[in-house]
Each structure stands twice: as C-alpha cells, then as structure tokens.
C-alpha cells in the first residue's frame, strides 16, 4: 500500500526502504523521540521528506491532491485534539472536514458505544478525562471510514481493560471492511498480541521485528 525508499528527513528519520501492507495492521514501537509519530505524518503528506520516494497504491504521494488523500489517509494525533461543541459536534468534525455527509445520532450513539464512551450526544467534552478524550477522537476518525487509519498511540491513557476492548474492536473494524491499519503504540506486547506486521524504530530508522513482514 505503501512504499518508502530512501527517505531522509534532517536528522530525524532515515528509511532506506520500507513497505507497508494493505488490509493489514502494521504495529510501530520504539523509544521515544524516535521517529514514529514523523514516520505517520510523512504517510498522509503532514510532512515531506528532504530526500526519498513515497508511493502510495503504485503512485508517488505527491502525485495526489493532499486534501483527496487526507480522505483515504486518516491520522488520529498523539494529543487527542477536542473541538469547542458539543460530543456530537466533535464526532462530526472529521466527515465535515473531508467535506463527506453526516450521519445520524443513531450511528453516533452506535460508534460511542464501539470505543465505550458512555456520555451524551449534547454534552460539552471540554471536561472528558483523558482516556474519554482520546476515546472521542477515536469515534471521530473511525466514522470517516477510511481506507488506510493511522493511529498514533490510540489507547495510550486507557486502563487495561478499556484498552484491550477498544483495540479488539478497532482490529475487528479493519479486518471486517478490509482496511489498512498503521498503529504507534508503545507496548510491545499489544503490537505482538494483534498479529500483524511489527515495526519497532531505533534512531530513526526501522528494524523489522521476527514474526513481522
Ligand atoms: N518540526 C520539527 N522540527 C524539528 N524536530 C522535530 C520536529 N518534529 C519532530 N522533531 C524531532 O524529531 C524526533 C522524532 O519525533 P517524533 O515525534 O516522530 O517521535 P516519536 O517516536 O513519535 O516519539 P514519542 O514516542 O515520544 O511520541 C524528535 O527528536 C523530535 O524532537
Ligand atoms: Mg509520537
């Protein structure tokens, strides 16, 4: 789905060449300051390599008009952003951003319940805890069905539990609509326990890990 070869960006990131695969989900780990959170932004062109070659399906990523590719090519940032409105506001954000029709309250009250956020449609999300935030941000990028979701550290202020609900259901999300997941998550053990492909990266460059693509 996507390739990558030769990248360089100043001294963050250095990727000779990288492939990442449709309708799978790709895990990226690693310490911290890294790169990933770069590696995603350069996918749905947020940022641009100073050198280097990104495809995306067969064709280079500048090739596309960045607001149709920020379409297919969906990222949910580290700080889950809130929005002033209110919850239903802040879920519609994204389809009205891509300039895609609403939706009714029916669906999402359906998508509040996938990423159990158990709040009202009316509600005003300024004082939602963090892990309520995060799961908001989630709903808003999951109702815009995109053909490639790029999650930066999705779960990372949910407990345990809440955590490995909301991932099952977003790994069932892909695999049922056929989508393509590239997710940064500092758990090595959720990257190994989904079974897909696991990047980790170390100096700004990806070591594929045993098990991996
Ligand atoms: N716009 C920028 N200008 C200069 N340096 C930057 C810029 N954006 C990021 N960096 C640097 O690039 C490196 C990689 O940052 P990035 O956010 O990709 O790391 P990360 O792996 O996502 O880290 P974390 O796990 O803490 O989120 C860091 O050293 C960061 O300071
Ligand atoms: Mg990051």
Known sequence: MFQLKNIRLHKILHIPDLII??????CITGESGGGKTTLLKLLNRMKTPDAGTITYLGQPL??????QLRRQ???MAQDSLVFPG????NLLIG?????KPGVSDDVL???MEMVKLRKTLDEDPSNLSGGEKQRLALGRVLLMYPEVLLLDEPSSSLDEETESLVI???TDYVHKRGKTLVMVTHSKALAESIGGDHITFENGSPKPMPGGA
Do not use: A, H, Q, W
């Not at 500048?62 to 607001?67: A, K, Q, R, T």
């Not at 209110?86 to 506001?89: D, G, K, Y």
């Not at 389809?95 to 300039?99: K, V």
């Open 86 to 89: 209110s919850i239903r506001e």
């Open 62 to 67: 500048e090739s596309y008009d960045p607001v």
């Open 109 to 111: 009250k359906s998508m």
């Open 73 to 75: 090519v969906v990222m």
């Open 21 to 26: 695969e449709g309708n799978r989900i790709t």
């Open 95 to 99: 389809l009205r951003f891509s300039e």
């Open 168 to 170: 099952s259901r977003i």
